[in-house]
């Protein structure tokens, strides 16, 4: 959205008694939006090492999970 287009979202908002919403919120993650994608190299990428899959959190413990699921060996 253009901050034009937020405005107007704003005070459509506004002027809707029924409407409960957190105008603050919806700007900033809006604005969030707009950087985001005028700057994606600054959007964190995950990597392998950000995470770990259940087979190596199993493997950390001390399980060895075979390809059908079960647990081959424990060590």
């Given at each position: ?13 506004c ?12 700007i ?16 964190p990428?995950?990597?392998?090492s950000?995470?770990?899959?259940a087979?190596?959190?199993?493997r ?9 699921g ?6």
């Open positions: 959205m253009t901050d034009k287009e937020i405005l107007d979202e704003v005070y459509r908002m002027c809707n008694p029924f409407e409960r919403c957190d105008v603050k919120s919806f900033e993650q809006e604005w969030q939006k707009q950087d985001e994608q005028s700057h994606p190299e600054t959007v990428s995950f990597s392998k950000w995470y770990m899959d087979k190596e959190m199993e950390h413990r001390g399980l060895e999970i075979g390809p059908d079960t647990v081959e060996s424990l060590k």
